[in-house]
């Protein structure tokens, strides 16, 4: 079973907005902290936000006030809301959770993760 899965990618216009989500399997049962990372073709993957344990969020400075990370408490589900979209937000998107607490004190872009989601693609067009 896919531990985390992605939806709402798609082909959006640029200055569209695009809303992910992240569904975890039954078998997760706890996750500690999470993040939304991104790989675009022939870079290296990159995060993009982070929502720790105390509902903190983290943000890439590139994506600063236009991403928004995020849950939803009744359906589980983690959330990223893309607005202002350009094309350099053109990538796969991942999900990501941590399960043990202790490695959510690790800097979000560098912690290990526990589980990954096999990924949205967001294509941006003009």
């Known amino acids: 079973q896919v531990p985390l899965v992605e939806s709402g990618g798609g082909s959006v216009q640029t200055g569209g907005s695009v809303k992910l989500s992240c569904v975890p399997s039954?078998?997760?049962?706890?996750?500690?902290?999470m993040a939304w990372f991104r790989q675009a073709p022939g870079k290296e993957r990159e995060g993009v936000a982070s929502l720790e344990r105390d509902g903190s969020a983290n943000y890439a400075d590139s994506v600063k006030g236009r991403f928004t990370v995020s849950r939803d408490k009744g359906t589980k589900t983690w959330l990223l809301q893309i607005d202002t979209l350009n094309s350099e937000d053109t990538a796969t998107y991942y999900c990501?959770?941590?399960?043990?607490?202790?490695?959510?004190?690790?800097?979000?872009?560098?912690?290990?993760?526990?589980?990954w989601g096999q990924g949205t693609q967001v294509t941006v067009s003009s």
């Open positions: 990501a959770v941590q399960t043990t607490r202790s490695l959510c004190g690790i800097y979000w872009t560098q912690r290990p993760y526990s589980f």
């Open positions: 039954r078998n997760i049962v706890s996750v500690e902290c």
